[in-house]
C-alpha cells in the first residue's frame, strides 16, 4: 500500500476515535453510568476482535501469544481505562477540547515512542523542526481550548 494511503487511513482513523469516544460518552449519559458504557463498549469490540481474528487467515498466531512481554498485555487495561476517563471527560469540556487535547498528548508521545523506537515502532529522532511542530501544535491546543 503507498505510504500516502497509510497517512489518509491514519487520518480516518483518527476521525472514526472522536465519533466513537464521542458515542461512548453519550451512552454514559444517557444512563448516567460511564462506567457501564464502557464496560459494554468493551464486551462489544471483544466479541468483534474475536470474530475478525477467527475470519482471518492469521488464527495460528495465537500459539505465539507465550512469546509477548506480559508488561504489554497492560495496553487492553490501559485502552479501557481511557476510554472511561473520555466519557467523563467528554460531557464536562466538550468533544472539541477533549480531543484538541488528546491528539497533543498523543502527538508528544509519538515522538517520543518513535525517538527511542519502542514497542516495534521505527526510529525517527527527535529533532529542532519536530520539537517545534510539538511546541506549535500544543499552542495551537490552548488556543483552541481557551478561546
Not at 494511503?5 to 444517557?30: E, P, R, W
Not at 497492560?74 to 477533549?98: E, F, H, K, Q
Not at 509519538?110 to 515502532?121: Q, T, V
Amino acid at each position: 500500500m503507498n505510504k500516502i494511503l497509510y497517512y489518509l487511513l491514519a487520518f480516518v482513523v483518527g476521525l472514526i476515535i472522536a465519533v466513537h469516544l464521542a458515542m461512548n460518552a453519550d451512552v454514559g449519559q444517557k444512563i448516567e453510568n460511564a462506567r457501564a458504557a464502557n464496560a459494554v463498549f468493551w464486551v462489544i469490540g471483544a466479541l468483534v476482535a474475536v470474530i475478525i481474528w477467527l475470519a482471518s487467515p492469521g488464527r495460528s498466531a495465537i500459539t505465539r501469544i507465550t512469546d509477548v512481554n506480559p508488561f504489554l498485555f497492560l495496553a487492553g487495561a490501559m485502552g479501557a481505562a481511557l476510554v472511561l476517563a473520555i466519557a467523563v471527560i467528554i460531557p464536562r469540556i466538550g468533544a472539541g477540547a477533549t480531543n484538541v487535547l488528546q491528539l497533543t498528548g498523543q502527538v508528544t508521545a509519538g515522538l517520543l515512542i518513535s525517538h527511542f523506537a519502542l514497542w516495534s515502532s521505527p526510529h525517527s529522532s527527535v529533532n529542532p523542526l519536530k520539537l517545534l511542530g510539538v511546541a506549535v501544535m500544543i499552542g495551537g491546543a490552548c488556543l483552541a481550548v481557551m478561546s
